[in-house]
């Protein structure tokens, strides 16, 4: 099946400071979606991006859909402490007859050091 | 209801034991997904339900685990005879037909002793 490879594992960056955490799939994605999961709470969705070479961006998040469709990036700028969690690409193939479930990447750990 | 409600928010059981899970996804959502998220890892994903049309179930990891939708709503994910390697948190998530962005539960959070 589909594998999504997210990186970094986990990030300690100082409160102001950009970071950029990205995903490379080894298959082809029609949507790429990044979502945020707060300790004890379901994920939440932060950007999805529909189109090859599609650059979203949602207030101080950016993220890209890669040319290839195999990769997307999320930057976020100016970081303050209510951006820690964990951070999760996700990939969708659309195709008929085909399921529509996400696979998600093993995510990203955020922590914003004051 | 406004989001998508899970039930119970945790569950300590007995290896051995059967549980159930419930999920009360975003009224008029016709899909319905279960997603298995364990300790420091992604979401692996155990079984799709869309409308009226048979599940799939090709995420399920054993035939210890099942999952019905009464209704075209509330959905039961049942794991029987459990293991400890089931502890888990298990995620519901609901998206209305045209809507590609999923909307999760908060999770039960299973812990097998």
């Known amino acids: 099946g589909q594998q999504l490879n997210q990186s970094p594992q986990s990030m300690f960056i100082q409160e102001g400071e950009d970071v950029s955490m990205n995903c490379t799939s080894s298959?082809?994605?029609?949507?790429w979606l990044w979502y945020k999961q707060d300790p004890g709470e379901g994920p939440v969705l932060l950007i999805a991006?529909?189109?090859?070479?599609e650059l979203t961006s949602n207030g101080r998040l950016t993220a890209q859909f890669g040319i290839t469709r195999k990769d997307s990036f999320l930057n976020i700028s100016a970081s303050i402490p209510s951006d820690v969690g964990i951070y999760f690409c996700?990939?969708?193939?659309?195709?008929?007859?085909?399921?529509?479930?996400?696979?998600f990447g093993s995510g990203t750990q955020l922590t914003v050091l004051p | 209801g406004a989001g998508v409600s899970q039930s119970p928010s945790n569950k300590v059981t007995e290896k051995g034991k059967d549980v159930e899970l419930r999920c009360d996804p975003i009224?008029?959502?016709?899909?319905l997904y279960w997603y298995r998220q364990s300790l420091g890892q992604g979401l692996e994903f155990l079984i799709y339900?869309?409308?009226?049309?048979?599940?799939?179930k090709s995420g399920l990891p054993s035939d210890r685990f099942s999952a019905e939708r009464t209704g075209g709503s509330v959905s039961t994910l049942t794991i029987q005879r459990t293991q400890q390697e089931d502890s888990a948190v298990y995620l519901c998530?609901?998206?209305?037909?045209?809507?590609?962005?999923?909307?999760f539960g908060s999770g039960t959070r299973l812990t097998v002793v």
């Open positions: 009224s008029g959502h016709t899909a």
């Open positions: 298959s082809i994605f029609n949507t």
């Open positions: 998530a609901s998206r209305g037909a045209a809507n590609y962005g999923y909307t």
């Open positions: 339900f869309q409308g009226n049309s048979a599940p799939d």
């Open positions: 991006l529909y189109k090859a070479g």
């Open positions: 996700a990939g969708q193939i659309i195709s008929s007859g085909s399921a529509r479930q996400l696979t």
